[in-house]
């Protein structure tokens, strides 16, 4: 399974074209419409998340609420596209004067982007760097969820620190946390931490600053023997990592309690291994991965995302032109994206589950898919 996607942040839509995709999977815009809506939602977001309310439109792939086996196309068109129909013009409009953006924001892409391309109006590089594209992303692992869903595999996100407020780790199971989370607007499970970070949020918005966190993202009923260990980019783990890596603004990534295992003795951290109607691990301090592989545990991921660059009280940059200093640009942000990267997260994750499932058990059509995982999960019961 493989997908392309493109668009601008205020171009008129953002498109995904998924491959791969067996046939007979139940698929319809509602069930990637909730994904939407939710990563649009978390404290701290900004004003264009008032503008927007994402619906995906499917174009390709599905009929009658079923998919086909060929190409899916997946559309989200951008409200606010209409705000900027002149600026992202796709024809030229020769008179037009608008405001050509000079000041790179520290913590962006735009300074970098702007000279690897040889662009001189930074809107060049921010119209496709920015995380507008993560909302096609979000539909595309909605699809991913749903093949997964047929397998009995399921994703969550939660939040466990937004800047200097930590809830520290949670000893709660999957079916817990879904629960705990459900009225908490930073995806945290405890309700006074959750209030504490809205206040954090409030804070840092006031000064005109923004804050980032850590996210855990979790996958259970994953088979044992995902992945490999025969070559070093085939371990499903640095898969995951480096998709993780690859959702704006995240900077870290680690598997169970890795900060807790390396400074920790050997004994006090491998998951022992016991048998209960198949292998086991008395605890999951390496978060389901052992040697690039599943090991039957649930997956647990975690991302460190970084603060927001574009900060109401700019910092200082230069002006591409004159080289003098100049306050950095800005026109709108958010200023906490944390539990709207965990709904990112939670796609990417699908995504790369699904990818290796198909690699692994490669099928055309659902049903046999889930006779394969079926075989496969039997197999590693029966070793
Ligand atoms: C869901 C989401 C929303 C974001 N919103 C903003 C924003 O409003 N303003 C901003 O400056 N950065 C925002 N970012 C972060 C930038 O897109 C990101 O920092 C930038 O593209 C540079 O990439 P890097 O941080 O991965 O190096 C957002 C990130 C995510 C995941
Ligand atoms: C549009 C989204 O996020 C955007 C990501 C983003 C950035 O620089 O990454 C900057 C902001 O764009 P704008 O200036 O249009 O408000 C965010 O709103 C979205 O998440 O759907």
Not at 145 to 168: C, D, F, N, P, T
Not at 223 to 235: E, H, I, N, S
Not at 329 to 352: K, Q
Request: with cysteine; hydrophobic share 40%; charged share 25%.
């Amino acid at each position: 399974m493989r997908y392309l996607c493109s668009g601008e942040s205020h171009g008129p839509q953002l498109t995904a074209i998924i491959e791969g995709v067996p046939a007979g999977l139940l698929l319809t815009e509602e069930m990637i419409n909730k994904d939407l809506k939710l990563r649009q939602q978390g404290y701290g977001r900004g004003d264009r998340m008032k503008i927007e309310s994402d619906q995906v439109q499917i174009t390709s792939g599905v009929r009658h609420g079923m998919t086909l086996g060929s190409p899916i196309t997946l559309v989200i068109k951008n409200k606010d596209n209409k705000n900027w129909s002149e600026v992202m013009a796709i024809e030229p409009i020769p008179s037009l004067e608008y405001d050509i953006k000079k000041v790179p924001r520290p913590g962006h892409a735009d300074l970098v982007g702007a000279m690897k391309y040889g662009h001189r109006d930074l809107r060049n590089v921010l119209e496709r760097s920015s995380a507008r594209e993560t909302a096609i992303r979000v539909a595309v692992g909605a699809v991913a969820k749903q093949i997964l869903a047929a397998l009995g595999i399921e994703v969550l996100s939660h939040v466990l620190q937004i800047g200097k407020v930590s809830i520290g780790e949670t000893h709660l199971s999957f079916d817990e946390i879904k629960e705990a989370i459900q009225d908490s607007p930073v995806r945290c499970v405890d309700p006074i931490v959750s209030a504490k970070m809205c206040a954090h949020i409030d804070d840092a918005k006031k000064q005109g600053d923004s804050v980032g966190g850590i996210v855990q993202v979790l996958a259970k009923n994953v088979p044992p023997a995902l992945g490999t260990y025969v070559q070093f980019d085939r371990k499903l783990d640095a898969k995951i990592a480096a998709a993780f890596i690859g959702v704006q603004s995240v900077k870290g990534v680690y598997f169970g309690d890795a900060m807790l295992s390396s400074s920790s003795f050997g004994s006090e951290v491998h998951d022992q291994i016991a048998y209960d109607q198949g292998f086991i691990r008395t605890s999951n301090h390496y978060g389901g991965f052992e040697g690039g592989m599943t090991n039957g545990m649930p997956l647990v991921v975690h991302a460190m995302i970084k603060p927001i660059p574009t900060l109401y009280q700019p910092l200082n940059s230069i002006h591409i032109e004159t080289k003098k200093v100049e306050k950095s640009m800005i026109e709108r942000s958010d200023s906490c994206v944390v539990p709207a990267a965990g709904i990112v997260l939670e796609s990417v994750l699908a995504m790369e589950l699904a990818r290796e499932i198909l690699e692994e058990f490669g099928s055309n059509q659902m049903s046999n898919l889930v006779e394969a995982m079926n075989r496969h999960r039997q197999a590693m019961r029966d070793f």
